[in-house]
């Protein structure tokens, strides 16, 4: 599977790394207990614990294409495929360093969203990330 790698450098123009590596580092200020699938077993040490489904649904607002899914464990796991074909997962450090994904599967934006909890969370992540933009980019 392809992963994102979110480097340090100069660049020129504004690339889907680039994009990816800001929205991580957002994220990274804005995940919490209350956003997680997990909050008993949330910790600042793993912010991304229990985040994938509702980060995977702003990376789709975001940049648009498809949320995967898989089973890692007993755990499900969400992460996106781009329109470019690139897959970005901003949550996979939660599980360690070697993960083991199966049974990996498209999933609807619908049928994510059609749970509770995991609705009431993706608003509450929109509304934190909305509330971290720098003033200036507010207003646009």
Excluded at 1 to 6: E, G, I, K, Y
Excluded at 35 to 63: H, I
Excluded at 69 to 80: D, E, F, K, L, M
Excluded at 99 to 120: A, C, G, K, S
Aim: proline share 5%.
């Amino acid at each position: 599977m392809s992963r994102t790698v979110h480097g340090k450098g100069p660049t020129k123009r504004v690339t889907t790394r680039t994009l990816t590596a800001r929205l991580a580092a957002r994220l990274l200020r804005v995940w919490s207990k209350d956003t997680s699938s997990d909050p008993e077993n949330w910790s600042p040490s793993n912010p991304a614990w229990g985040q994938c489904a509702v980060t995977a649904l702003v990376v789709q607002d975001l940049l648009g294409g498809e949320l995967l899914r898989c089973t890692v464990g007993h755990i499900s796991h969400y992460w996106n495929r781009l329109p470019s074909g690139e897959e970005v997962d901003l949550t996979c450090d939660q599980f360690g360093d070697a993960i083991e994904m199966r049974n990996v599967e498209l999933r609807t934006r619908h049928y994510v969203l059609q749970f509770p909890d995991t609705f009431r969370r993706y608003e509450d992540l929109r509304r934190r990330l909305a509330e971290d933009l720098p003033v200036a980019a507010r207003g646009r």
